[in-house]
């Protein structure tokens, strides 16, 4: 397959620095055609991959060139995800508490994944898309 089939997208990681501006971002390089956003949601960023909307119409081949991703493994990492799941456990009738705090003990023990490390996994997924950091 040559380079010009393959549609190359590129995430600016000096306009990330928390979960939210990561979905801006997001939102700001996969839909600027689409007349709606994602939410901060992982499942949101998942099925945006998957294609059909947004600057991903199906399975064709994507590189997805993540600059300056080394600062975003901070900025997502330990410390952004025990506030993710800190949010959640103050909205008990939504989210599971019990799973939360689970969460935050295992990162707050050195265990667990990341934010960051749950997009990666996102990412790998989907075998259509190569991930250039």
Not at 66 to 93: M, S
């Amino acid at each position: 397959m040559s380079k010009e089939e393959i549609k190359e997208l590129i995430l600016d990681g000096n306009r990330i620095h928390d979960i939210p501006s990561f979905y801006d971002e997001v939102n700001r390089v996969f839909m600027q055609e689409v007349g709606f956003t994602l939410g901060p949601s992982l499942d949101a960023f998942n099925d945006v991959l998957h294609g059909g909307y947004g600057a991903i119409r199906g399975n064709e081949p994507i590189c997805l060139k993540w600059l300056h991703f080394e600062k975003n493994k901070e900025d997502l990492g330990v410390a952004a995800t025990i506030a993710f799941y800190r949010a959640k456990l103050e909205q008990p009738e939504t989210f599971n508490p019990e799973w939360a705090r689970k969460k935050v003990d295992e990162l707050e023990c050195g265990e667990g994944q990341t934010y960051i490390d749950m997009l990666l996994e996102i990412i790998g997924e989907h075998p259509n898309i190569r991930l250039v950091v």
